[in-house]
């Protein structure tokens, strides 16, 4: 599976932002999709996951902001991002993991990674 993250940019504090995900080599309906990024200094931390049953789980930073949605359709995963803040600058990744059922809030869960796309939030 190969996957490409698109959608990030420079914005201010309050904006939104949609990333996507786009999959190809294989289907992804039967995977857990996640979102994790990476500020500078800081390592790599879970932001969202979706289960292949759509089923959904958000780190509590994000939660009630962040929505993480799949179209099998399209192989595209979107993270939705509203009411940015400064915090949530960094590099967004996405992955995907065999195990669609799992929750997987752990990079280990994962088996494949796209490049990231940077998303900053200016104050």
């Known amino acids: 599976v190969q996957l490409q993250a698109s959608g990030g940019g420079l914005v201010q504090a309050g904006d939104s932002l949609r990333l996507s995900c786009i999959a190809s080599g294989r289907t992804i309906d039967s995977y857990v999709m996640g979102w994790f990024r990476q500020a500078p200094g800081k390592e790599r931390e879970f932001v969202a996951t979706?289960?292949?049953?759509?089923?959904?789980y958000y780190w509590s930073s994000v939660k009630g902001r962040f929505t993480i949605s799949r179209d099998n359709a399209k192989n595209t995963v979107y993270l939705q991002m509203n009411s940015l803040k400064p915090e949530d600058t960094a590099v967004y990744y996405c992955?995907?993991?065999?195990?669609?059922?799992?929750?997987?809030?752990?990079?280990?869960?994962?088996?494949?990674w796209g490049r990231g796309t940077q998303v900053t939030v200016s104050s």
């Open positions: 992955a995907a993991g065999a195990r669609g059922d799992k929750i997987a809030t752990l990079a280990l869960d994962y088996d494949y």
């Open positions: 979706i289960l292949s049953s759509n089923s959904t």
